[in-house]
C-alpha cells in the first residue's frame, strides 16, 4: 500500500489464545499463514508491505472464525503503530 511517498507496513499476528487451529487462514493464504506443530497458526512472514500480500491478509483476517488474526498498521519507515481490527 502506497500512501503518498511513504509505503505502508502492516505487522501480521495471530493471537495463540483465540486461534483454534482451524486451518482457513492456511488454506485462504499458504504463502501467508502455516500451522504450528501444535497446530496453531502463525504469520509465514510478520510484517508485510506488498500491496497484494495487504490485501490478503486483510481478507484473510476478516475470514477467520475466531477473531484471531491481527494487524497492526504502520510506515514502514517507523513511527507509531495502529491496529487495524
Known amino acids: 500500500m502506497i500512501s503518498g511517498d511513504r509505503e505502508t507496513e502492516v ?5 495463540p489464545r483465540l486461534c483454534r487451529g482451524t486451518g482457513l487462514c492456511q488454506a485462504m493464504s499458504p504463502a501467508l499463514f502455516r500451522l504450528t506443530m501444535i497446530g496453531h497458526a502463525e504469520a509465514v512472514e510478520a510484517r508485510l508491505t506488498s500491496p497484494e500480500a495487504l490485501e490478503t491478509a486483510r481478507s484473510v483476517a476478516d475470514c477467520c472464525p475466531m477473531g484471531a488474526i491481527e494487524l497492526t498498521v504502520g510506515p514502514s519507515t517507523g513511527g507509531s503503530d495502529r491496529p487495524e481490527r
Do not use: E, L, N, Q
Request: glycine share 0%.
Open 11 to 15: 505487522t501480521v499476528r495471530v493471537d
